[in-house]
């Protein structure tokens, strides 16, 4: 019997390069030299990696902590097979799958990861509702119990509830005990009814009387009017976690006017009668707290296996197909994420 050959990957590899920032138009699929792992890295074969609104700002040169600049490959994470270990790692193995924020390098067939960064990723669940998981799910699980410390019972508002990490934040807090509402346009008001939280309009100014004093907590990744509105809906002792600008960036906001509002939600926290206002960002948390963030997802996986969250892939496409899954991100519409599988 003649022995299986082993299965050698490519020399070269298909990447999608941003070549400028701007539009779509600036996205061109090239062949690439195969990565090899570094000391402390391992190569993977790309699963499935997002496509998903925070690339979209990438894109645009919008993303206020990327230090990189055009050609470069976006794609903020990843979930992978091992293909290659490296000098010095000794935490994984070849055949294993892992999953990474990466913040930029994953739209391509084949990547190089920190070993010490990777979360192991269980063989049984679909590496495209793995990876959905990876930014918008430990988001979400973040800012409920690192944050926001929720407590069973109490009542929580999210605007933008049908975004990926709104809805994230709708079932998490739904599975927390958590009375949960979602501000959105009238036309989603089942969507946010079927993930178990009443819905409100998005003219947020209703909502404080609808839960008068207020909410316990309030997350807010819309950002419209520097976070004012959504500020007024907290009750005594509440808080508020602004984790996104994405109204104001989609409208061209300047840099400084988003600065300015970010100072001023700091400043809120000098004000009577107890209310707290904080930003959040899953890098920046991540950075200062490595072991919230490996624990988290590990937790959230945990719950993928047992069935009790279902991430909504909108569709799976082709490298070739990110250009227009970014229009249709921009067009928004979208119930669920777009994946790039492999």
Not at 268 to 276: I, Q, T, V
Request: proline residues 6%; glycine residues 10%.
């Amino acid at each position: 019997m003649r022995p299986v050959p082993s299965v050698v990957p490519p020399q070269v590899q298909r990447t999608v390069v941003l070549r400028h920032f701007g539009g779509p138009e600036g996205f061109e699929l090239v062949d690439s030299p195969l990565p090899s792992a570094g000391p402390g890295e391992v190569r993977v074969r790309v699963l499935a990696a997002s496509v998903q609104f925070t690339d979209v700002l990438l894109r645009r040169g919008k993303y206020p902590d990327l230090k990189q600049k055009p050609p470069l490959v976006l794609g903020y994470d990843v979930v992978g097979q091992i293909d290659e270990v490296g000098p010095g790692v000794s935490n994984c193995q070849v055949g294993e799958r892992v999953a990474d924020l990466t913040v930029t390098g994953s739209y391509a067939r084949y990547r190089t990861l920190r070993a010490d960064r990777v979360v192991r990723v269980p063989a049984q669940v679909d590496p495209a509702e793995a990876a959905a998981l990876v930014l918008s799910w430990a988001t979400a699980y973040q800012l409920l119990h690192r944050l926001a410390h929720v407590k069973q019972g109490e009542r929580v508002l999210v605007l933008g509830a049908t975004g990926a990490v709104g809805q994230a934040l709708l079932v998490l807090g739904a599975l927390a005990g958590l009375e949960m509402w979602g501000a959105v346009r009238e036309e989603h008001f089942d969507r946010v009814r079927s993930l178990g939280a009443t819905p409100v309009g998005s003219n947020v100014a209703r909502a404080r009387g609808l839960a008068n004093p207020g909410f316990d907590a309030v997350f807010d990744g819309v950002g419209e009017r520097g976070f004012e509105s959504s500020w007024a809906c907290v009750r005594p002792g509440g808080r508020l976690i602004g984790f996104g600008f994405s109204q104001p960036m989609l409208s061209g906001v300047s840099t400084l006017n988003l600065g300015f509002w970010l100072l001023r939600l700091q400043c809120w926290n000098l004000l009577p009668n107890g209310r707290k206002a904080h930003f959040y960002s899953i890098e920046a948390v991540r950075k200062r707290h490595p072991e919230w963030y490996r624990a988290d997802l590990e937790k959230l996986f945990e719950l993928l296996c047992q069935g009790r969250i279902h991430p909504r892939i909108a569709e799976r496409i082709e490298l070739s197909d990110v250009p227009d899954a970014h229009r249709r991100i921009e067009a928004g519409g979208l119930d669920g994420k777009i994946m790039i599988c492999a």
